[in-house]
């Protein structure tokens, strides 16, 4: 399966790529930096800010991926803002990159665990997007990741899930998981 990741660079990403071991996966990152991780977890890497819509499309059209996957977030700077944007912004730019690569299938990172404000707004609007996807969609419901290169050391409250479990259950859904919301949590 050719498979195109956005996100591929961040923890979810770090997480899923050894498990879809045996696929063609090409991984999206904003930067030189994770162009390398990406690289070294065994995928093919391109450079292109999902913000840049045609870069993104240019991507698409250059991979021909069957399967999209957007496992974006941007909270390693912490602002709830810059989150929310990707979901929405970024969220878009992947749905219409998947369509226009005719891809099947679309699998998409969300919580399990209630946001609030624009955050939970801008979750429930990438929900939307998604499901507006012509092939299959999967919305994938993380629990609260733990667990190295996580915020949380040790489990948080429920729903959680370590993050090295979270990426080798996402890896299964990606692959052969059925339309539809999930729910990935312990």
Known sequence: ???????????????TLPHLDGHDVVGLTRT?????TIREL????????????AALLAAVERTRPQTVVNFLT??????REANAR??????AN??????????????VESVAFPLEGDGAAAAEELERTASRFPGDALVLRFGRFWGPGTFHETAPPPPSIRIDQAGRRAAGLIVAGE????????
């Open 42 to 53: 065994g995928a093919e890497a391109v450079v292109c800010d999902v913000y840049d819509r």
């Open 179 to 186: 339309p539809g919301m999930h729910a990935v949590s312990d």
């Open 1 to 15: 399966m050719r498979i195109l990741f956005a996100g591929a660079s961040g923890v979810l990403g770090r997480a």
């Open 32 to 36: 030189e930096t994770g162009s390398r």
């Open 74 to 79: 941007d909270l390693s700077g912490g602002s």
């Open 94 to 107: 992947v749905l219409a990159a998947a369509v226009a690569a005719n891809a099947s299938r679309l699998v």
């Open 86 to 91: 990707i979901r929405r912004v970024g969220g």
